[in-house]
């Protein structure tokens, strides 16, 4: 009820609500960077875990693995962390 509609409204971000899991796995296609970098540039910009959707297929490549098994406190850290870093992605103009 926190994490999934705080990723929908970062620009760029799409996720749709898992149905019984924990983990949500939004959609970065939108991005300027692939979604392998954008979860390198989490961990190491903003201290946001993350793992790139290439890792659970090809099909899932444009798309992020992110758990919310966490307190609330940390799911609304994790999505500020995640939009501010979206915005200076943006602002830069990054590439993949």
Not at 25 to 52: C, H, I, K, T, W
Not at 59 to 66: G, I, S, T, V
Not at 76 to 95: F, S
Request: hydrophobic content about 40%; aromatic content about 8%.
């Amino acid at each position: 009820d926190i994490f999934i509609p705080a990723l929908n409204e970062i620009p760029g971000i799409s996720c749709k609500s898992p149905e019984g899991a924990f983990y949500a796995f939004p959609n970065v296609s939108q991005l300027p960077m692939s979604a392998e970098d954008f979860a390198d540039y989490l961990l190491e910009r903003v201290g946001v875990a993350a793992l790139p959707g290439s890792a659970f297929g090809s099909h899932a490549e444009k798309h992020l693995r992110m758990c919310f098994a966490t307190s609330v406190e940390n799911l609304e850290k994790a999505t500020d962390r995640i939009g501010k870093a979206v915005t200076q992605l943006k602002k830069n103009g990054a590439t993949s």
